[in-house]
């Protein structure tokens, strides 16, 4: 697999550092709000990522933080009159909440800062003890200058970085590009004892602490939006490096940003969207459809245009898996004959061409393009004269693809008492028009669409499904 790597600017040959295992650190959200459309997107593209690991065999330690002291926290716990530690644990169980809709797997790890204090107040003093942090009225700060390799991710050199500092000028700092580890405690805030005084940790060190706490001294995968790069990452560098004497990250990946009609999102252009929002218009595994339709590199484009395009692209998905699952219902127990035998060979270059993609710095886009091109095949191929075992195998290959993506699933309608309704209204409107009342099979099939059901006469027979 060949990965695009944001420090080199170039596609590598993914080696992870050790055989067969990929230890892999993602950003994780400021818990202070629902999250938004741009979070949805690093959190649905790199778990693909580590779904497409785990099915070419790979043993994933997947670790995403949960930032649970901050400025915004705080802020939030004073306009909602209760402590930051239940604004945090309030908007932890939302994340959840959005996540499982997006089709999200949990973190094998999803490590919260206050849990790391300790190691943080560690990790920090190791700095000053190295020279490269200092103390100052109670603030802890990292000397910039003295990583000589600092602006390696961003590309940027330390003299663009100066001029853009000085705008900001901080007398506690020695170097105005210094960057804060350890924040001396305010009035109303939280803090915790440390050798400095009473404070808390700055935003930039706890992803360094957390990796190195659950993931060891090298990654092999840090992952984020592309707007982490500088100065969020770039510190993680820093700091990362100067405290343990080694690389920090093999492979940096990032995603590009989500515009909304065109534009950027941001607040400041009113085209915010959460994803609690959008899931009251849109299923969420739609809007997971639609993130992975494009490469994940790449900018993204969020309308209702475009959802309704995915919507119906992913029903044509949809519509050729159930139409498979419902032959095979029909089929009797039969093996494959020999003229499906060349069309199996086809049937499993689809895995190929997929694995070809994904291989390509996780070309979700294409991949799915392979799963369209599948798709067409069965809907071609797979009908009532098939064999079973045949008909089974194009099923088995389609489960098997988008379960890589976690798209395009079934879901389980778990209303059985729906269902008996419905197969015994399928029942008389089929008893109806084979005593020629087709007025009367017509009302049950206006009841049954009054109902959300829509039905399909096919050959095999009746074919249902919710609207």
């Known amino acids: ?42 959190f649905t593209v790199f778990d693909s990522l580590r779904r497409y690991f785990e099915y070419r065999g790979y043993d994933v330690t997947y670790v995403q933080n949960f930032t649970d002291v901050d400025d915004k926290i705080i802020k939030r716990s004073h306009e909602e009159g209760i402590s930051p530690e239940e604004v945090a644990e309030k908007y932890i169980k939302e994340y959840f909440i959005d996540c499982d809709g997006l089709g999200i797997k949990r973190a094998d790890v999803h490590p919260q800062v206050t849990d790391n204090i300790k190691q943080i107040i560690e990790f920090v003093q190791d700095l000053i003890n190295k020279g490269y942090a200092y103390e100052t009225n109670g603030d802890v700060l990292f000397r910039t200058r003295k990583f000589e390799e600092y602006g390696k991710l961003s590309h940027q050199n330390i003299e663009e970085l100066e001029l853009g500092a000085r705008i900001d000028v901080d007398d506690k700092k020695e170097d105005p590009l210094d960057f804060v580890l350890w924040k001396a405690k305010k009035e109303g805030e939280p803090g915790w004892k440390s050798p400095w005084g009473e404070g808390r940790p700055g935003w930039h060190i706890e992803c360094s602490v957390m990796s ?53 999102m941001s607040k400041s252009l009113g085209n915010f969207f959460t994803v609690r929002d959008i899931s009251k218009k849109y299923d969420l595994g739609l809007v997971r459809f639609f993130l992975l339709s494009t490469h994940y590199r790449n900018p993204v484009n969020f309308s209702d245009t475009v959802l309704e395009q995915s919507k119906a692209g992913l029903e044509r998905l949809t519509n050729s898996r159930d139409n498979v699952e419902f032959i095979l219902s029909k089929l ?51 009908n009532q004269n098939s064999s079973k075992e045949f008909a089974q195998k194009n099923l088995d290959m389609f489960n098997e693809l988008t379960g890589v993506l976690n798209i395009a699933g079934k879901s389980e309608d778990n209303d059985e008492e729906l269902k008996t309704k419905v197969e015994e209204l399928i029942e008389e409107r089929t008893q109806a028009k084979k005593n020629k009342d087709f007025e009367l099979a017509d009302q049950i099939r206006d009841k049954l669409i009054n109902m959300g059901i829509s039905i399909e006469d096919t050959r095999q027979g009746v074919k249902w499904k919710r609207i």
């Open 332 to 382: 009797e127990e039969s093996t494959i004959k020999e003229e499906e035998k060349d069309l199996i060979k086809a049937l499993e270059s689809y895995r190929d061409k997929f694995i070809e993609s994904m291989d390509d710095d996780l070309n979700t886009a294409d991949a799915i393009s392979v799963i369209f091109e599948l798709a067409k095949f069965m809907n071609t191929n797979v």
């Open 212 to 264: 190195n706490r659950y993931l060891g001294d090298t990654l092999d995968i840090h992952a984020g939006g592309q707007d982490l790069q500088f100065p969020h990452h770039e510190n993680e560098i820093a700091q990362s490096e100067c405290r343990n004497g080694h690389q920090y990250v093999k492979y940096w990946m990032h995603n590009g940003y989500i515009n909304v009609d065109g534009e950027k």
């Open 1 to 42: 697999m060949k990965i695009y790597n944001t420090m080199t600017r170039r596609k590598e040959e993914f080696v992870p550092t050790e055989p067969g295992k990929v230890k892999m650190y993602v950003c994780g959200p400021t818990v202070y709000n629902f999250i938004h459309l741009g979070n949805a997107r690093p």
